[in-house]
């Protein structure tokens, strides 16, 4: 099953040359999931190649232009380019109330159902549970009400030992019940166990998204062991004041969130337009934890 | 005095990719004057460098979305970027609301002052009158309000004959008296004749911008004469029913109204993105109106 991670948008707070606020698309079982939208993320999708028309999920963080300013733009062009099933929304308290309004005066009625649920932006919550993937809110520390998102997969059906399978001759209508852990009986009676049958299915992945958000302590046990942990290093640790200040955190700390809670893998970005270059706030993060890379915009990551 | 416009964004309704929706910038003697404001201008911007820090004033034409959804995001970045002098913004009813509900949510206190002036989308209006230009409203025919905008280039002071006043010894303080069309008379009682001493400055130039707009005749008195017109061709006129039915114009009518009103010059520009190559719709524009450009993005054109 697909599961990976596309960049959008790396930057925090402004746009810069080449460096577009933050926007991820996820492919869960070559179905996509957005998550937040800023300004100019529509542009973005159009630049790398991910079509509008497959997201069927939208998730925004907190309501700083830079984690949503695109979203309104993104659902007029779903709306013009003639989309018309639903499209599933989670954000803050007041999303809606912003939607409306700009859909109000430019006496627009979308074709298609928005649905949106609000984020409980206080305590962690299941918010979507289908055939592939369980998500969670993840209940951030910032200057405004901010959630993160984890995207746990499902534990698949066991697999099948093909070539026993058939040498056996099991009928086919037999399959699904082994896959889910059935013994196999013959007409005469033979019983051949599960494991002999089949094997186990690969580990559930996790993914967990944590833009924006101070260091706290609070959120490390819900992101515990992710297979790919996205966080936002705002700063350099000599910024840590600022950081503090402003509600984010550095890169030397996502390295030390990503060893604590036992990452397999980081990932950072919301990097401050006043960084240029990003090598310094790499080298930072990877003193604290090795596995690290840098959100760059169009690259993908495979969750594994 | 410079006066030229430098065009960001030429697209409708949806970006598409390499074409951004509708934003230009007119440099005005050095001041920066911002018209419309799609969802990706910032990022515009700094592409084609220019500096937000010296646009003074900005005008919405109407509030659909290809046309003002980069507003919040271009605000909120002059925030972030310590502008403190004061911005003017003029836009239909509304607008404010909007903006205001955006800086509500993200708990923004803008640190400059943002000076909004309503127009009035029914009846032409003077809405800016500095040392360099009056900017008019232009009542346009769209599904929702929407105006255009008129900028008239004020008469400048004539021009002294250097050579002339430097030999008579004229002293620098009568200058701006012989300027505004004063005679000079020396000590001794003689008087030069002004048109002696100076000539006549250059004709003052108009560029007028008419976007979102049906074919329509109401406007056309008002923009006549124009030194350089912007007139929005969404369609090739096959699709003139089109046009018709969603209040935009065709390429031929843009041609037909700069020969009307007796323009000087054409660009055309708000592009249906069902055109992937524009040739077509200047062609077809210039059937009617050799002198006809199309307005894409990055190209600035001098007033003249």
Redesign the interface.
């Known amino acids: 099953m697909k599961f990976e991670v596309t960049i959008l948008g790396s930057s925090s707070?402004?746009?810069?040359?080449n460096r577009?606020p933050t926007a991820q698309v996820l492919n869960i079982n070559e179905h996509l999931y957005l998550i937040d939208c800023a300004?100019?993320t529509?542009?973005q999708m159009?630049?790398f190649d991910v079509k509008a028309s497959r997201i069927d999920y939208i998730f925004i963080s907190h309501?700083?232009?830079?984690h949503y300013?695109?979203l309104?733009?993104l659902l007029?062009?779903m709306h013009?380019?003639g989309r018309k099933k639903a499209l599933y929304l989670y954000g803050p308290p007041?999303l809606m109330?912003?939607i409306e309004?700009?859909l109000k005066?430019?006496?627009t009625t979308l074709h298609f159902p928005l649905v949106f649920t609000q984020t409980n932006t206080l305590k962690a919550q299941e918010i979507v549970n289908n055939n592939d993937i369980i998500i969670e809110t993840i209940p951030l520390d910032h200057?405004?009400d901010c959630t993160g998102f984890i995207f746990r997969q499902k534990k698949r059906l066991r697999k099948l030992i093909k070539e026993r399978v058939e040498a056996l001759e099991i009928p086919i209508e037999y399959y699904t019940a082994i896959k889910k852990g059935k013994d196999y009986t013959t007409n005469s009676g033979q019983v051949y166990k599960n494991d002999t049958l089949t094997i186990d299915s690969d580990a559930p992945k996790t993914y967990a998204y944590c833009s924006d958000t101070m260091y706290n302590e609070q959120y490390f046990e819900q992101i515990s062991n992710a297979t790919l942990l996205y966080h936002e290093a705002t700063f350099l640790h000599e910024m840590l004041d600022r950081a503090n200040d402003t509600h984010h955190t550095t890169a030397l700390q996502a390295g030390e969130i990503a060893l604590k809670t036992n990452a397999k893998k980081l990932i950072i970005g919301h990097f401050s337009a006043r960084y240029k270059t990003l090598g310094e706030l790499l080298d930072e993060a990877k003193t604290a934890f090795p596995n690290t890379e840098l959100a760059l915009e169009g690259r993908t990551f495979v969750i594994e």
Chains 1, 2 share one sequence.
Not at 13 to 17: G, H, V
Not at 63 to 66: A, E, I, N, P
């Open positions: 707070a402004t746009p810069i040359f577009n300004e100019g529509q542009q159009l630049r309501l700083h232009g830079d300013l695109g309104v733009g007029s062009s013009l380019n007041h109330e912003i309004l700009q005066y430019s006496e200057r405004i």
